[in-house]
């Protein structure tokens, strides 16, 4: 019986033991899902306290209840570690680690890297690998592959092990599409690779789409998110000619999605945050650099969306100079620094910008986020204002950056002196809104 036939029976028998590795926002969930299709899954995690918090039955993600984990944790469907000797028992891994950008705007793959390097130590026969973390078309059979080969030189993949890429596409705070029933997009090195690989997340899946090669799936993934970025760019560009030719964005917008075809909507705001939208399409166009071509599209967007906190501080300055006040000893109030409402993820959220901007300017700047009580990120050390009223009522002015639904929008309305409010969220003729 060959390695792949094997490991299919283990799958179908829910006696395969899975890793997945990273416990954030895609591990945590796609741990849970095999976990309740009936397998033994245990999440490799860097952080101590993350792995705690998951052993003890607890939760850090807003979408998978603490309840959930618990069950899971009781009948030993699932538990966590540090230790990645965890792998030499693992008959299928899937890679669910950071991507970020570094600070000169290229990819930074080090996580996926050195992951590769601890798959590789304790690669075996029969062992399938998924790597899910959002890459550039190529990473997993350019850096990914030569790793696992490295670790493990008498193994073959497609024979002896199997290699696939499956692209997460998690939304935070999203009810009607979540992991388990968002089609997945997954790519094999080999056919038999995308055989195993379609086997097994069939069992927690409802809908795959196999694509032909581990590239395609990753270049479907930053055309999604590409897509988004380049889109969400132009709205905001027209939201900058409106405001030169006088005009209401959001009823230009509004009017616009009338139309029944040929139009889709896309809002604008104070810029793109959380850990897709702002990075992916960049790893998509270093990759085209190596190759001597520029993608203008995405270079564009990115200019224009990292511009919109600029706009935003220019706002809250007009606002301010209407009533004779100067930004400088204001005092101001940002409601929400999590990247998008009811979220606590404050990743690439341009409320940071916002507030570094504005401080820069000489303001006195709090913050209210019912999601983030305490804000230690990127040199801001805060926590959120514990009476809301109280220090709406005392802002110069209230910069409405994330528009949480908990927040009760007509009350704070009604107490702030001023409000720049950069997500449409009151009415646009209240007289306290800045735009």
């Known amino acids: 019986m060959s390695y792949a036939e094997q490991l299919l029976g283990r799958i179908e028998h829910r006696s395969a033991h899975l890793v997945v590795i990273g416990m954030g926002y895609v591990g945590l969930p796609l741990a849970v899902i095999f976990a309740e299709a009936g397998f033994r899954v245990t999440g490799l995690d860097l952080d101590p306290q993350r792995v705690a918090q998951i052993n003890a039955g607890h939760s850090h993600i807003e979408d998978i209840p603490a309840a959930q984990i618990a069950a899971l944790v009781a009948h030993e469907r699932l538990?966590?570690?540090?230790?990645?000797?965890?792998?030499?028992?693992?008959?299928?891994?899937?890679?669910?680690?950071?991507?970020?950008?570094?600070?000169?705007?290229?990819p930074d793959i080090s996580a996926i890297i050195s992951t590769a390097n601890a798959i590789g130590e304790q690669l075996h026969p029969g062992m399938l690998v998924v790597l899910e973390s959002t890459t550039y078309p190529g990473t997993t059979a350019e850096i990914l592959l030569p790793r696992l080969q490295a670790g493990a030189p008498h193994l073959t993949v497609g024979e002896d092990f199997f290699l696939c890429f499956s692209p997460e596409r998690v939304d935070p705070g999203r009810k009607d599409w979540t992991t388990a029933n968002t089609p997945k997009v997954i790519g094999g090195v080999t056919p038999a690779c995308l055989h195993v690989g379609t086997a097994l997340y069939h069992t927690a899946m409802q809908n795959l789409v196999p694509v032909s090669s581990p590239e395609a799936a990753e270049m479907t993934?930053?055309?999604?998110?590409?897509?988004?970025?380049?889109?969400?760019?132009?709205?905001?560009?027209?939201?900058?000619?409106?405001?030169?030719?006088?005009?209401?964005?959001?009823?230009?917008?509004?009017?616009?999605?009338?139309?029944?075809?040929?139009?889709?909507?896309?809002?604008?705001?104070?810029?793109?945050?959380?850990?897709?939208?702002?990075?992916?399409?960049?790893?998509?166009?270093?990759k085209l650099k190596t190759l001597n071509y520029n993608a203008r599209f995405i270079e564009l967007a990115s200019e224009i969306n990292t511009s919109m906190p600029h706009y935003w501080v220019q706002k809250v300055q007009d606002r301010l100079n209407d009533v004779g006040k100067s930004v400088r000893g204001s005092r101001l109030l940002v409601l929400g620094v999590a990247y998008k409402k009811n979220v606590s993820d404050i990743r690439e959220s341009p409320a940071l910008d916002i507030m570094h901007l504005l401080s820069e300017k000489g303001a006195h700047i709090e913050y209210h986020d019912?999601?983030?009580?305490?804000?230690?990120?990127?040199?801001?050390?805060?926590?959120?204002?514990?009476?809301?009223?109280?220090?709406?009522?005392?802002?110069?002015?209230?910069?409405?950056?994330?528009?949480?639904?908990?927040?009760?929008?007509?009350?704070?309305?009604?107490?702030?002196?001023?409000?720049?409010?950069?997500?449409?969220?009151?009415?646009?003729?209240?007289?306290a809104s800045g735009v």
């Open 221 to 286: 993934k930053l055309l999604e998110n590409t897509f988004r970025a380049v889109n969400i760019g132009l709205v905001n560009e027209v939201m900058l000619m409106c405001d030169k030719l006088g005009l209401d964005v959001w009823e230009v917008i509004d009017a616009a999605a009338t139309k029944p075809f040929g139009f889709m909507k896309f809002t604008p705001g104070p810029g793109l945050g959380g850990h897709c939208i702002p990075i992916d399409p960049l790893y998509l166009s270093w």
């Open 79 to 106: 538990t966590a570690t540090t230790d990645p000797a965890v792998l030499r028992t693992a008959d299928a891994v899937s890679i669910c680690v950071p991507t970020p950008l570094r600070k000169t705007r290229d």
């Open 370 to 431: 019912p999601y983030v009580p305490i804000l230690d990120s990127d040199g801001l050390d805060m926590q959120s204002v514990t009476n809301l009223p109280d220090a709406v009522a005392a802002a110069d002015c209230v910069v409405i950056v994330t528009d949480h639904d908990s927040y009760a929008w007509q009350t704070i309305a009604s107490h702030a002196m001023l409000i720049v409010d950069t997500r449409n969220t009151l009415p646009r003729n209240h007289t």
